[in-house]
């Protein structure tokens, strides 16, 4: 069985472009997620989705950061324009049910210069 | 204040010497404690999911309990190729329906031969 799959696996861009990652997650698991992960630290979440709605992204910074889930399949994250300081691991991450394990992507670097 | 609490930051042990990670929480109401070990450049691998006190779960030569305020990943004679961070995060379980998983800041755990 086919885990989480993300692309890029690494982004170099330069500040105030934009950039998107992509996640298909695993078949059949309805709920996603996008993580972020700076070094030395643990994965801190960005956006949660039940199908296509998306019912957690408190932690999202909504004035460049967004994200759409069609379908209630794969997902994409988009960060317009980016600053140096988002610099770090994106990670997207499934479960077939709330309140079970998260499968995780091999995530996207990600760095702003 | 953190969540979510792991000790030690960093663990170097001998091949076959046994030690214990800790992850100490704070949440209202848990509904779930998730071990994942992260290997550089990778997302994290799922390892085990523990539920209510006294819960124990083991897997080779890792073996995690539960207690109300921590868990502990008992990792018994490791070998090399158990070196990576070990990851402990929460799902907290309340009236607002949360169920994003919180993350300590992870042990890298390194064997030397």
């Known amino acids: 069985e086919a885990g989480v799959v993300q692309s890029p696996r690494y982004k170099i861009i330069e500040k105030k472009q934009p950039v998107a990652f992509w996640c298909n997650p695993i078949?059949?698991?309805?709920?996603l997620y996008w993580y972020r992960q700076n070094l030395g630290q643990g994965p801190e979440l960005l956006i949660r989705y039940e199908n296509e709605e998306a019912v957690d992204d408190s932690q999202l910074p909504k004035d460049r950061f967004s994200a759409e889930r069609l379908k209630g399949v794969d997902s994409t994250l988009k960060i317009q324009p980016a600053e140096l300081g988002d610099s770090a691991v994106y990670l997207c991450?499934?479960?077939?049910?709330?309140?079970?394990?998260?499968?995780f992507g091999q995530g996207t670097r990600l760095t702003v210069v | 204040e953190d969540q979510v609490t792991q000790s030690p930051e960093a663990l170097r042990l001998q091949e076959g010497e046994s030690s214990s990670l800790n992850c100490s929480y704070t949440?209202?109401?848990?509904?779930?404690l998730f071990w994942y070990r992260q290997d550089p450049g990778k997302g994290p691998e799922f390892l085990f999911t523990?539920?209510?006190a006294g819960e124990e779960k083991e897997k080779e030569r890792l073996k995690a309990t539960l207690t109300k305020k921590e868990s502990f990943l008992h990792i018994t004679a490791p070998k090399p190729e158990d070196s990576a961070t070990y990851l402990c995060?929460?799902?907290?379980?309340?009236?607002?329906?949360?169920?994003?998983?919180?993350f300590g800041k992870g042990t890298k755990l390194t064997v030397n031969p």
């Open positions: 995060a929460v799902q907290e379980g309340n009236q607002g329906g949360s169920e994003k998983l919180v």
């Open positions: 078949s059949g698991h309805n709920t």
């Open positions: 523990l539920y209510s």
């Open positions: 991450a499934s479960s077939g049910q709330v309140n079970t394990e998260a499968f």
């Open positions: 949440v209202s109401g848990l509904r779930g």
